[in-house]
C-alpha cells in the first residue's frame, strides 16, 4: 500500500498537468528503509513525448548522487500517460529498476480540459505487476 501524503499527491498531478500532452516524469525521495514519501523531485523527460519518457540522464545522475547523500531513496517513481489508462506498459516494465519502489501512473487521457485524471500505484519487480492502494493523507 502507497501513503502519500496531500501535497506530494497534489504536486505529481500538477506535474501531469503542466506537461501535458507530454509525459511527466520524476521520483518522490524519503528517507532509505523508510516507504516515506517526503522529497517531491521533477524531473525532464529527456524525450519531450506525448507517449514515451525517459529520465535525462545528467539529471537523474545529480537527483541520485543527492539522494545518496542524504541517505535517501525513490521511495516514488512518478510518469503521466497521456493517452492510455495509468497502468505500466512494457516499456515501463523495463525500465523499473527500483524494485522497493512504488510506480505512480497519472493518466490524464480522459481529461476534459485536464480535470479528470486516474492516480494509480504499482509494485514492479522482476517483470511481474501487482496494483497497490493509494492512500491520501
Known amino acids: 500500500m502507497l ?8 504536486a505529481i ?14 521520483i518522490v525521495a524519503g528517507p532509505e528503509g523508510s516507504d516515506r514519501p517526503e522529497r517531491f523531485v521533477p524531473m525532464t523527460n529527456a524525450e519531450r513525448s506525448p507517449t514515451f ?5 545528467d539529471e537523474q545522475f545529480k537527483v541520485w548522487k ?11 517513481v512518478y510518469h503521466s500517460h497521456t493517452s492510455t489508462e495509468a497502468y505500466p506498459s512494457r516499456t515501463d516494465v523495463s525500465y523499473a529498476s527500483e524494485p522497493n519502489a ?18 494509480r500505484s ?11 492502494p493509494v492512500t491520501v493523507v
Open 122 to 132: 504499482y509494485r514492479i519487480v522482476d517483470g511481474e505487476i501487482t496494483e497497490e
Open 53 to 57: 519518457y525517459r529520465l535525462d540522464a
Open 3 to 10: 501513503t502519500v501524503p496531500q501535497e506530494i499527491y497534489d
Open 102 to 119: 512504488h510506480y505512480v501512473l497519472v493518466s490524464t487521457r480522459d481529461a476534459d480540459d485536464l480535470g479528470d485524471f486516474q492516480f
Open 66 to 76: 543527492e539522494m545518496d547523500e542524504r541517505d535517501e531513496e525513490p521511495v516514488i
Open 13 to 26: 498531478v500538477a506535474h501531469a498537468r503542466a506537461d501535458h500532452p507530454d509525459e511527466a516524469c520524476g
